[in-house]
């Protein structure tokens, strides 16, 4: 069965340069999320859509933004990277929002900001 | 408020025994899932038990929920080196839809 695709698998930039992290939700999945991991810390949520509407936010920095397009797949742009955005960020997809959906995980992409 | 705190944070035990992991939370949910993760890899859902539900099998896992005290166990019986990965329990606010929230996870590992 086809799982949650994130691109690229790893990233390596520079400061204050620019990075996009894209991800292609199982079929007919309508949400996507994107987590945030640090080195041994737990995934903390950065913003999620529903039906291409972000539907909400979590801890993202301004300098993020993301947004999920017609064929539901979803991009997060980051902007004026820093040391501390190197970590592991997973999407996630689910299909529709009830509070009993559970959450397909992406393999992540690893991005490291030198 | 962190949500879904887990205890105890390392674990490390022999194959066959049982495991243990437990969780606690701060504000009302509809439901609690358990995710499990291999190093540097995606989370993989194990089980969810709803708010009106006390406990819930499958396979050799086992949750149980306890929503006056605001915490749940995930007990993994006869554990295999194979179980060794982090595990994270994650919550679903009550009040309609929101973000999953995952704790800090343990930090399974299961010597053959």
């Known amino acids: 069965a086809a799982g949650v695709i994130q691109s690229p698998r790893h990233l390596i930039k520079e400061k204050r340069e620019t990075a996009t992290l894209k991800c292609y939700p199982i079929p007919r999945h309508d949400t996507v999320y994107w987590y945030q991991q640090g080195p041994g810390q737990d995934p903390q949520f950065l913003i999620s859509?529903?039906?291409?509407?972000?539907?909400d936010k979590g801890s993202i920095p301004d300098r993020f933004s993301a947004q999920q397009f017609s064929d539901y797949h979803s991009e997060l742009n980051m902007s004026s990277l820093e040391l501390g955005d190197s970590a592991l960020y997973f999407c996630?997809?689910?299909?529709?929002?009830?509070?009993?959906?559970?959450?397909?995980f992406g393999s992540g992409t690893q991005l490291s900001v030198l | 408020s962190q949500q879904g705190e887990e205890d105890p944070q390392a674990l490390s035990i022999q194959e066959g025994e049982n495991a243990t992991m437990n969780c606690s939370y701060k504000?009302?949910?509809?439901?609690l899932q358990w995710y499990r993760q291999n190093s540097g890899r995606g989370l993989v859902h194990l089980i969810l038990?709803?708010?009106?539900?006390r406990e819930k099998h499958s396979g050799r896992l086992r949750v149980t929920l306890d929503t006056s005290k605001k915490s749940s166990s995930l007990l993994i019986t006869a554990s295999r080196a194979a179980d060794t990965a982090s595990y994270f329990c994650a919550t679903i606010g009550s009040g309609g839809y929101q973000k999953v929230t995952f704790g800090i996870g343990t930090k399974l590992q299961v010597i053959p």
């Open positions: 504000t009302s949910i509809n439901n």
């Open positions: 996630a997809s689910s299909l529709g929002q009830g509070t009993d959906e559970k959450l397909f």
């Open positions: 859509f529903y039906e291409k509407m972000q539907s």
């Open positions: 038990i709803r708010s009106n539900e």
